[in-house]
């Protein structure tokens, strides 16, 4: 099983082996409540780049252990990846940029990512 996404423009597009996840997590940290990601995290090397990969610009905060990966022409990010604390690589992709993925069948986990 894969399913795949993109970016608005398509200049990026990805491709996860795996099943398309019925979980998603919904942040209220100050910058998911304005980017309204539903992110589900997935294994590091799940994540194929198909197209784009040296087009992605990458935003960092507070920590800057996460990379936030968008395109610069559409301004969407598709996924981010980053290091847990005991090193391990981890990417969450943005639902909301998987086609197949319907957004209202999700069960939605709220984080509480504004207290972090
Ligand atoms: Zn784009």
Redesign the pocket.
């Known amino acids: 099983m894969t399913f795949s996404g993109?970016?608005?423009?398509?200049?990026?597009a990805f491709t996860v082996m795996g099943e398309l996840p019925h979980e998603a997590m919904s942040c209220n940290c100050s910058h998911c409540r304005r980017k309204g990601f539903l992110l589900a995290f997935i294994p590091h090397d799940a994540l194929a780049i198909e197209r784009?990969a040296d087009?992605l610009t990458e935003y960092r905060f507070y920590k800057h252990v996460i990379g936030h990966k968008f395109?610069?022409?559409?301004?969407?990010e598709p996924f981010a990846q980053g290091e847990a604390p005991d090193g391990t690589k981890m990417t969450a992709v943005n639902l909301r940029c998987v086609p197949a993925a319907d957004l209202d069948a999700l069960t939605i986990t709220k984080v509480d990512g504004a207290r972090f």
Do not use: A, D
Not at 71 to 76: A, E, H, L, N, Y
């Open positions: 993109s970016c608005h423009c398509g200049k990026v784009g087009e395109c610069p022409t559409c301004g969407v």
